[in-house]
Each structure stands twice: as structure tokens, then as C-alpha cells.
């Protein structure tokens, strides 16, 4: 599924290379157990569709008292959650509760990038924002853990991954570098040095491979043993 900055969002089939197009939001996410979508529209607005078939909406919330087109979302791995961010503000939503938002996470001074729950300790999550830090939180707390700093521009993007069995984090920021962090020492072990841009990483969930991808259209491909 992808969604881009018009609001289109289009449903692939990789088996048979067909899509489908709907008009709904820029952000979206599988909520593959339940055979849902959820979809952010600049509004601040979320919408929950069944994909079974057609697209059949479940409920539709204002989820923020903003209208923001640089909004995030991630999906919790196993519990009934939805996180999304807009401004400074992250919030915590849970289906099983109609959707109620059960806490709010206020530190960041500007623009949430990206969300992602950290899937070896699905009680935490991390944060990247336009105040170039990235913030790691606990689902239980009100304040963050802790906070990574060292990016000289916006941290656009995160991935958790696990190196030698131990947790780090890859993120990537508008200086042209993508960081590694060891979140046991809670500080960046090393910088992976780019031209431009970098806009998405992402860590392989099962092999040693970290994917960067920067505004000039370049794809690297990182050893995540080595980090060449």
C-alpha cells in the first residue's frame, strides 16, 4: 500500500501487478490482523476501512486540533494500538476503547516525522522530529526515556534493528547523514555519510541489512555487521 502528498492512496497486488486508487490520505498503514487500514488525511483527521473487498469505512476521528500535512502513524505489533503525531504532539489510540486516545506525549517543540514501536520491546516506541532529535518513550510514561541528539538538520526518519544481540537505531536526517545509536549506551556509534537528503531507512527484520534512500533518488544498501 502506498500513500503520497495528493491523497492518493493505492492498494497493490503483487501476485497478479493490479492496484486499486482511492482519494483518502497521504499516511496510511495496514492493521493486518483485523483486516483494516488506517489512513491520516492532512486534516488531522483518521479513517479506519475494512480492505477485504472494497474499501467499507469502519469509523472516521479527528484525531489532533491542527491541520498539518507532516503527520505520522505506526501501528502496535500485537496490542490493540495506533500511535499518531502532528506538531509537538503524540497520541495514543486504542480500538478496543471505541478509539479513545489513552495518553498524549508532549516534549517534542516541533513536527513529528515518524513513529515506530519498537518490536523486540513492544512497550516502547521512538519519535523523529523537524527539532532534530529522536526521543525514545515508554507506552506507561508521560515522559520519555530518553533523547538522542547529534543530527545537525530534521530527523526524518527511524528503524530499530539488532546487531550481535543488541538493540540499536538507524536514523536519517535532512544534514545528509543517517546515525547509528546504540540504545544500550544511549549515543551514536556511527554516522553513515550521505550527499543529500536522507528521507526513508529501513532495517531488514531478518538479515544484516540496512537501506537508506536520500532526495537524489540513490538507494544504499548497508552491512549492518560493519556498517559499509
Known amino acids: 500500500m502506498t500513500g503520497d502528498t495528493r491523497g492518493c492512496v493505492k492498494i497493490w497486488n503483487y501476485d497478479t501487478e493490479s492496484q486499486a486508487s482511492y482519494g483518502i490520505a497521504s ?19 483518521v479513517h479506519i476501512y475494512k480492505y477485504e473487498k472494497e474499501l467499507e469505512k469502519v469509523t472516521t476521528f479527528k484525531a489532533h486540533d491542527c491541520d498539518n500535512p507532516r503527520i505520522s502513524l505506526d501501528v502496535h505489533p500485537t496490542q490493540p494500538y495506533v500511535l499518531s503525531g502532528c506538531f509537538g504532539q503524540i497520541k495514543l489510540w486504542d480500538w478496543n476503547q471505541d478509539w479513545n486516545c489513552i495518553q498524549t506525549f508532549e516534549e517534542h517543540s516541533d513536527d513529528i516525522r515518524e513513529l515506530k514501536f519498537n518490536l ?20 506507561d510514561s508521560l515522559k520519555s526515556k530518553y533523547t538522542l541528539s547529534g543530527h545537525l538538520g530534521t530527523v526524518y526518519c527511524l528503524d530499530f534493528f539488532t546487531r550481535d544481540g543488541q538493540q540499536y537505531l538507524i536514523s536519517g536526517s535532512f544534514d545528509g547523514t543517517a546515525k547509528i545509536w546504540d540504545l544500550h549506551k544511549k549515543e551514536c556509534v556511527h554516522t553513515l555519510e550521505h550527499e543529500c537528503h536522507v528521507y526513508p531507512v529501513f532495517a531488514h527484520p531478518s538479515l544484516p541489512v540496512l537501506i537508506t534512500a536520500t532526495s537524489n533518488g540513490a538507494v544504499r544498501v548497508w552491512s549492518s555487521t560493519n556498517f559499509r
Not at 122 to 138: I, L, M, P, Q, R
Open 120 to 139: 523486540e520491546d513492544t512497550n516502547s516506541f521512538a519519535s523523529a522530529s523537524y527539532d532534530d532529535t529522536v526521543k525514545v518513550w515508554s507506552l
Open 27 to 45: 499516511k496510511v498503514k495496514f492493521i493486518a490482523r483485523k483486516r483494516w487500514l488506517v489512513a491520516v488525511s492532512d486534516d488531522c483527521v
